[in-house]
């Protein structure tokens, strides 16, 4: 990654919430363990003031949790701003339409 990439992405914790990334209570996602293994796990809850996720899975026949930086969720499961993502969808679209009604 670029040095502006790592700077665009640090300054995006300022507002980072769950919905940003599409993420809300219920959404699966891919976590990691202390012991490095990696599995899915449910979104239980949020703290926006601490830009922590709770998360929980069920394993050996019980619920077990943890509350995790949202910043590694981000980066394990690759998640990128939505509204990112629609701008970028977006542009193209943009661009075209003049051309369009110029043809007309």
Sequence with gaps: ????????????????????????????????RSDGRIHAAVISGA????????VEWFENNETKGKEIEL???????????????????EEPQRKSQPQQQQQQ
């Design 1 to 32: 990654k670029t040095f502006w990439e790592y700077l665009h992405f640090f300054f995006s914790f300022a507002s980072m919430s769950l919905e940003t990334y599409g993420l809300k209570v219920g959404s699966q996602i891919d976590i990691q």
């Design 71 to 89: 910043a590694a969720i981000l980066r394990l499961n690759e998640l990128k701003p939505i509204v990112k993502q629609q701008q970028q969808e």
């Design 47 to 54: 703290n926006d003031a601490n830009r922590t996720v709770r």
